[in-house]
């Protein structure tokens, strides 16, 4: 018998935070500085994968190294900070998280100064135990590790947890926490 989900880990970018249109035009700012082709939305949904890098190396058709990826990775945060005002959540986000009738919580991949005050500004931070975003300097690793860090500190165990997310990473993440 399956044991039952009592907790819920929210993704934020492209979950409960519809920003996809930013995000691929962040993207598509990053890859122009350097020369390289734009990206649709479509294409961006299919190709995207972390660690971020290896997305920006496919695209670009070439290699990308730290210092490459340090500068794209700057010039896309730029880019999605100076547009964030524009984004809303998903239509239907607070009904999805007043419904679930277990704990929540919130683990992004975004940068934790930037993402805790989003969220508290959006006026869910009462809804989630625990909110948690990356605590370095460059974004673009894998979630799982994230993940694992996160539950821990909730003291859970992924097999009594559900994470909703919009990307490979996320399932990923679920299944590297059991």
């Not at 039952?4 to 880990?9: D, K």
């Not at 290699?63 to 490459?68: N, Q, R």
């Not at 607070?94 to 500004?121: I, K, N, Y």
Request: charged share 20%; glycine share 10%.
């Amino acid at each position: 018998m399956t044991p039952a989900r009592s907790h819920l880990v929210w993704d934020w970018n492209g979950t409960l935070l519809n920003d996809l249109s930013l995000v691929v035009a962040a993207t598509n700012a990053a890859f122009a500085s350097v020369g390289g082709p734009s990206v649709t939305a479509d294409e961006h949904r299919v190709r995207f994968r972390r660690p971020v890098a290896e997305y920006y190396a496919d695209v670009l058709g070439q290699a990308v190294d730290d210092e490459a990826f340090g500068r794209l990775d700057r010039i896309f945060h730029e880019a999605y900070r100076n547009g964030l005002t524009t984004c809303e959540l998903a239509a239907d986000a607070r009904t999805a998280m007043q419904t679930w009738p277990g704990s929540q919580s919130l683990l992004s991949m975004w940068f934790h100064d930037e993402l805790v005050p989003t969220v508290h500004g959006f006026g869910l931070t009462g809804n989630f135990l625990r909110v948690d975003g990356l605590r370095g300097e460059l974004g673009g690793g894998r979630k799982a590790e994230s993940l694992q860090k996160h539950l821990a500190e909730l003291g859970l165990e992924g097999s009594s947890v559900v994470l909703v997310g919009d990307s490979i990473d996320d399932a990923d993440a679920a299944v590297a926490v059991g």
